[in-house]
């Protein structure tokens, strides 16, 4: 079972006596440890699949994770609780949350549903941008643990004081609503496991054994939840590595790694140093990148698979020019090799999304098929997800976050007071929200006027479910679509909300767009499992409608095709490619440094000695550099321009530090792609030239693309 792991993997796989710390380097096997573990555990320590609990951070993480362990235990892997921090807090709140006042089939927020609250919470007047601000600092604030109470306590100044209140009357509405918000569904439960010891020994009791993978991204939150779980016996795993922590901003913190070795004293750290990913010539940039950071846990990645192709720096006058050496070394590479890798094999790198674009322009340009990673998604897009919370009532009238959204998107002249009589009448019958709006008692519960305004919404769902059933084919789907969206004023919606005509446009075409997608699928049009589109029988648009869960496979989709993949270094976290590109590493940039009247020119900002918090910024940008380093299997390339653009003007940068601390070989390192293709071409055309007794189409070299 534990065939083809080196000694360290050995280590981590078999130690099961009390807490274990895996450090383990980037490219090191980490999921191949985790999943060894989880069969060691069933097979060797006799531990029932139900009691292990494997945690990540994403889905698609969870997902690989049982696929590889089926391929290690089989159909018992189906057994496993593998989710997210957040699915777990979900199933304790699902099967314990009444303790606190929720019903079972309470409701989760997403973003754009906590903007709309937190700006009815401070009075309605608040523009989107000061809300967002509000979110995030809100969010900080429940991933430290801290309530409203607690944070107008701790509150330093007179805005940190009215935004506890705010934070106090949202929650009043959060309560009412039967509802809670991602930051909650890791308070919460550490709220139940805390104040209720008959919950916290069922769970103890109930989870044999817990993984946690990334543990270097949990913050203090999740941290304390992790310890209620695993009581004093310290039966867990934690699988993570201190250099490649990049979340700070999110909350997580490298001091859960040094709070480890103070609560469980017999604490076993076993590093996973040897690299299977990359060659040597890459791990030596990455391990001299991340020299300068302090230690917790000293460790120096190394790789059997030889030293490999020098790591490149290439510069460009401007980002465009930048952008045209890429697709040009991307060309360079494939030209000059035999069959040429696949446009899957490569990927550029860069700090901040609106760096993409150069980039995304010069691929086009030369036919290149690309995909861009990082951003939003379409589907996950606030407009779009607005349709899709009608769409999802039409099908479900009990989903109760679908109703929230669709009765407030656009608003209909129902306050927040309404919304929470309507919550708690609902809570206190053991029915949905919208169940509630035709339960004989509503009357005696909300004011006559607020109940007229309940009853027309109801009768307006209803009888848009009855004409979307009657509704097939594309263009029958197409009109009622559209004199739906007029009906309820949608674009209208759009740009009232919008401080932008522009922006507000753009969103308006995402909808005609989402509509038009709609309609040619209730016209018979679907896509296959290879993304081609197919025509099959024409559906009615609810019929349409009922999939709308399964959207978002469409996106996932795209990982599958032969394209180049362009992404932020922060999405690219986890993934690898045989050659990647990092662009944009300029000073100002990477390491990224807000709030400088000109992040790239230099000057007393670069000279100054840092402030504690600037020092811990530079080493967490660091450590997204490293991450960036050590995507790459076998080739690198860094780019920098000597100029950007900054509004109307060009302005001067300088290369960053980072490319100074790889402390590359002198005179090998410099590369011009563009000159490397021409003298590829030269040389395929000087072989493709007849030769005595040979015709050209014999000795003709490869195509290039």
Known sequence: MSKGLNLAQLQAVHYTQGACLVLAGAGSGKT???????????????????????????????????ERAAGLIGRRAKDLLLCTFHALGVRLLRADGQRLGLKPQFSILDSDDVLSILKDAAGGTTDAATARQWQWALSRWKNMGLNAAQALAQASNEEEQQLARIMARYEERLAAYQSVDFDDLIGLPLKLLREYPEVRDKWQTQLGYVLVDEYQDTNATQYELLKLLVGARGHFTAVGDDDQSIYGWRGATLDNLKRLPQDFPQLKVIKLEQ???????????????????????????????????????????????????????????????????????????????????????ALRRANIPYKVSGGTGFFDRAEIRDLCAWFRLWSNNDDDPAFLRAITSPRRGIGLQTLAQLGQFAGQHKQSLFGALFNAMLPAAVPRRALDGLHEFGRCVNDLEYRARHTLGAEAARAFLADWLQEIGYEKHLYESEDSDKVAAARWSNVLEFCDWMAQRAGGQADDAAGSVVTTQAKSLLEVAQTIALLSTIADREQDQDCVTLSTLHAAKGLEWPHVMLVGVTEGMLPFQPGQADPDGGGEAATRTPSADELQRLQEERRLMYVGITRAQRTLAVSWSKRRKKGREMVPTRPSRFIAEMALQAGSTREDPRAKLKALRAEFAAKAQPQTGQTASATAGPQLP
């Not at 045209?324 to 901040?352: C, K, T």
């Open 32 to 66: 191949r440890v985790i999943t060894h573990k989880i069969a060691h555990l069933i097979d060797q320590r006799g531990l029932a699949p139900q009691r292990i609990a494997a945690i990540t951070f994403t889905n698609k993480a969870a997902a690989e994770m049982r």
């Open 275 to 361: 690299n299977y990913r990359s060659t040597s010539a890459i791990l030596r940039a990455a391990n001299n990148v991340i020299g300068p950071n302090p230690k917790l846990f000293p460790k120096t990645l190394f790789s059997e698979l030889g030293e490999g192709e020098p790591v490149r720096v290439i510069d460009a006058d401007n980002e465009e020019h930048e952008a045209e050496r890429a697709v040009a070394r991307i060309q360079s590479l494939r030209a000059a090799s035999n069959p040429p890798p696949a446009w899957r094999d490569f990927a550029i790198l860069y700090r901040a999304n609106h760096q993409a674009k150069p980039f995304e322009k």
